[in-house]
């Protein structure tokens, strides 16, 4: 990983929502960074779908925000998680379910979560 090996101190994710309201790490709403470019929406997808048929340009499969740390837990001091809100009428779904997987894996000291969203930032 190439934040670790350049000794950040942290990491950031940008996490979306797919249509089985599972926490996919992504930047942005689309696609872009996988094979299935940019034509796919995250939101209109379920993750099985998504991780089928969209890996990313390099090869690697895209993982859920629990994966993500679970596979990175213990190697940064900070961990910021960006929560994307496309779809306002999940947005309490989408950043509990954020807050649960968080302290679910007892990360709470180590994550710090954000939201442009209005709604995700008041939950917050």
């Known amino acids: 990983?190439?934040?670790?090996?350049?000794?950040?101190?942290?990491?950031?994710?940008?996490?979306?929502?797919?249509?089985?309201?599972?926490?996919?790490?992504?930047?942005?709403?689309?696609?872009r960074a996988t094979?299935?470019?940019?034509?796919?929406?995250v939101g209109n997808h379920t993750l099985e779908q998504l991780k089928t048929k969209c890996l990313l340009k390099n090869g690697e499969p895209l993982m859920t925000l629990e994966e993500i740390l679970e596979a990175t837990k213990g190697?940064?001091?900070?961990?910021?998680?960006?929560?994307?809100v496309y779809n306002p009428k999940?947005?309490?779904?989408q950043t509990t379910s954020v807050i649960q997987t968080v302290q679910k894996l007892e990360m709470q000291d180590k994550v710090i979560i954000t939201s442009y969203d209005k709604q995700a930032t008041y939950i917050l």
Do not use: P, W
């Open 1 to 31: 990983m190439l934040a670790q090996k350049n000794d950040a101190d942290g990491i950031e994710f940008d996490v979306s929502q797919t249509k089985d309201k599972k926490n996919l790490v992504i930047h942005g709403e689309r696609t």
């Open 35 to 41: 094979i299935c470019g940019k034509d796919y929406v």
């Open 75 to 84: 190697l940064f001091d900070y961990y910021f998680v960006d929560i994307k």
């Open 90 to 93: 999940d947005a309490e779904q």
